[in-house]
């Protein structure tokens, strides 16, 4: 599939434990974004960046951190997670111009208990 | 910002049947409307986009309406077939560098046999 992959799938955790998900790319595509998924929410959008090192927030980017020291790596931080960040967790990339929408990896399912 | 209202958040139709879902944006600085499909567990994937510059676009049995005026847009699907069923999202962006999709609240569509 797309040159995408998301790590880990699956992640339970406790409240107040920091929590770090990877996204990682084969396509040298310059945008990178993080998105989250719940019930009756569709997608929304945490954090995006636009190259190496340049990141920007979006619509729900409280209690989330975002690094990018390579092109093909995209990192998202939870630094003390709580229940409500529980969801699906999508990374995606497109290229320049969004002449190609998005292509999303295959999520990550975190729990926090 | 931008914000997109997707219904109905349910529909269910005869195999056979047409189907029909529609968002509405509130931008109009808006120019870039894609699809998308998400079946159970997997990601969503991109089936159809539209660009504010065209009204309708078609492939084979899927089409996307567009009303700039209105700031509506629809996704029709024609002949409908069991492996239609999953959850569809439309989302709305600016193209100008990161796309930045914002998403409706997505819509499960069920075909009954």
């Known amino acids: 599939d797309a040159g995408i992959t998301q790590s880990p799938r699956h992640k339970v955790t406790e409240t107040g434990t920091p929590v770090t998900l990877r996204c990682h790319q084969t396509?040298?595509?310059?945008?990178m974004y993080w998105y989250r998924q719940d019930p009756g929410h569709g997608l929304r959008l945490i954090h995006y960046s636009y190259g190496v090192k340049d990141t920007d927030k979006g619509e729900v980017s409280d209690g989330y951190s975002v690094s990018r020291s390579k092109t093909e790596d995209f990192l998202l931080t939870l630094e003390s997670a709580t229940s409500s960040q529980t969801s699906v967790y999508f990374c995606a990339i497109s290229g320049t111009g969004g002449l190609s929408g998005y292509t999303f990896g295959s999520g990550t399912r975190l729990t926090v208990v | 910002g931008e914000n997109v209202e997707q219904h109905p958040s349910t529909l269910s139709v005869q195999e056979g049947d047409s189907a029909v879902i529609k968002c509405t944006y509130s931008d109009s600085a808006s120019n870039y409307f894609p699809w998308y499909k998400q079946e159970l567990g997997k990601r969503p994937q991109l089936i159809i986009d539209i660009r504010s510059n065209v009204g309708e676009k078609k492939d084979q049995r899927i089409a996307v309406t567009l009303n700039k005026t209105a700031k509506h847009f629809s996704l029709h699907i024609t002949e409908t077939q069991p492996e239609d069923s999953a959850v569809y999202f439309c989302a709305a962006s600016i193209i100008q560098g990161a796309q930045k999709l914002v998403f409706g609240q997505g819509t499960r569509l069920t075909i009954n046999p």
């Open positions: 396509e040298n595509h310059r945008y």
